[in-house]
């Protein structure tokens, strides 16, 4: 069975340093892209970038170039999302997703249970 | 960029009801990249449909979607109760491999 498995609630406050991991299983975590997006209070979601396990090729969306990290540890089957200094409005549910590949469409299959941060002085 | 609007915002309806949901590109995309998810409250969102009008595994055939170019179309035949959720349209931009949501339709009880 496939699972997307993410790190626990945290709170922070503003400048802080944060990472959260997104661990896979049930499937060859190294051969399919994964993704984050965040979700804020009451909005819907916004795709924030992806990373190939296998070789670590990543890409970000526009609106999150530069604000955040994202990572792979495909040895421990492991994605990562990471922040240098976190700000007021990074508080939002952020979910892992597999992309996945089937006979010409592109779309997410599986999604992690979202992992809550909040950052607040 | 591909920019995704959905109408309407909101849909009150009926169990038993005909939902119809609007998924508008703002250029023509390739309908093999469009899908559409339900979000219930603490809940991730769920795969309903992708390449525009494929359903993903042990969704019911009450859901169903169709379209093309820029206008995609959600329609649920007959509501029931579990049903009553937020819709969101996708799109996957493959070139630096972006999926883009809509805003959302909220589906509610009458």
């Known amino acids: 069975e496939v699972q997307l498995v993410q790190s626990g609630a945290e709170v922070k406050k503003p400048g802080e340093s944060l990472k959260i991991s997104c661990k896979g299983s049930?499937?060859?975590?190294?051969?399919?892209?994964i993704g984050w997006v965040r979700q804020m209070p009451g909005k819907g979601p916004e795709w924030m970038g992806i990373?190939?396990?296998?070789?670590?090729?990543?890409r970000y969306s526009p609106s999150f170039q530069g604000q955040v990290t994202i990572s792979a540890d495909k040895s421990i089957s492991t994605a990562y999302l990471q922040w240098s200094s976190l700000k007021a409005s990074d508080t939002a549910l952020y979910y892992c997703?597999?992309?996945?590949?089937?006979?010409?469409?592109?779309?997410?299959?599986?999604w992690g249970q979202g992992t809550l941060v909040t950052v607040s002085s | 960029e591909v920019l995704l609007t959905q109408s309407p915002g909101t849909l009150s309806l009926s169990p038993g009801e005909r939902a119809a949901l609007s998924c508008r590109a703002s250029?023509?995309?390739?309908?093999?990249?469009l899908a559409w998810y339900q979000q219930k409250p603490g809940q991730a969102p769920r795969l309903l449909i992708y390449?525009?009008?494929s359903r993903a595994t042990g969704i019911p055939d009450r859901f169903s979607g169709s379209g093309s170019g820029t206008d995609f179309t959600l329609t649920i035949s007959r509501l029931e109760p579990e049903d009553f959720a937020v819709y969101y349209c996708?799109?996957?931009?493959?070139?630096?491999?972006?999926?883009?949501f809509g805003p959302g339709t909220k589906v509610d009880i009458k």
């Open positions: 997703a597999r992309r996945y590949y089937d006979s010409g469409s592109y779309y997410i299959d599986y």
């Open positions: 049930g499937y060859n975590f190294p051969n399919y892209w």
């Open positions: 990373i190939y396990p296998g070789d670590s090729d990543t």
């Open positions: 250029q023509s995309v390739i309908s093999s990249y």
């Open positions: 390449g525009a009008s």
């Open positions: 996708q799109h996957y931009d493959s070139s630096p491999k972006v999926f883009t």
